[in-house]
């Protein structure tokens, strides 16, 4: 079984949709990932067409292989979830036939995913709080720079795990250098009293 994977890059600010289209050829497995914040809603909408003696399956897991959805012999439908760490999220389309060999047209699969502030249903949310127009948008605005604030916080944190990393390595880099640059230099005063004694013995210097 062929396993081909789709990396889904995803915008650096929370609160945009992403959507994608691509063709699952039978008995083979397509996955997407998404590196989705702590504390964030996903969603998703999916549709698959139909081909006669084919089943299609979708399974969602995070990084460490734990399963969050699963839902098999899909044509379409939705799915919904909370991230409660920051993690990697792979959504995986699995293409199975059900009888026979023979040659099957591939299926097309349209995924479209949502997170953060775009999950969020404006229009409802006015009607329940009764917001004039002017109030919506501030309203919007005011989520959005909480969406926004959440982002800088975190590759704010990022930065900093990437900094310590980038001196852990350095750290290493020159510990190994020392250390090769010592054996090379050991190996030289080596080879020159070896050479000598060799010289010596043949009586080739005194």
């Known amino acids: 079984m062929s396993r081909l994977c789709v990396f889904l890059l995803l915008p650096v600010l929370l609160g945009l949709a992403s959507a994608i289209q691509f063709y699952l050829p039978v008995r083979s497995v397509k996955c997407l990932h998404e590196d989705i914040h702590n504390n964030v809603l996903v969603t998703g909408e999916y549709e698959v067409s139909e081909e006669p003696e084919t089943t299609t399956n979708l399974k969602i897991t995070d990084s460490a292989g734990d399963l969050l959805f699963k839902k098999e012999n899909i044509t379409s439908g939705k799915f919904s979830l909370t991230t409660e760490t920051q993690d990697m999220l792979k959504i995986c389309f699995h293409s199975t036939l059900s ?34 127009p002017l109030e919506k948008k501030l309203r919007t605005l005011e989520r959005l720079s909480d969406f926004m604030m959440d982002d800088f916080v975190y590759m704010r944190k990022r930065g900093k795990q990437m900094g310590h990393t980038n001196a852990s390595t350095n750290t290493r880099v020159l510990f190994i250098n020392i250390i090769s640059i010592s054996c ?21 210097i005194e």
């Open 99 to 132: 009888v026979g060999n023979g040659k099957v047209p591939d299926r097309l699969v349209t995924l479209k995913t949502k997170h953060g502030m775009d999950t969020l249903n404006q229009e409802e949310i006015a009607k329940v709080e009764k917001l004039s």
């Open 184 to 204: 090379l230099c050991s190996m030289a005063i080596w080879q020159v009293f070896y050479l000598r004694r060799f010289f010596r013995s043949k009586k080739l």
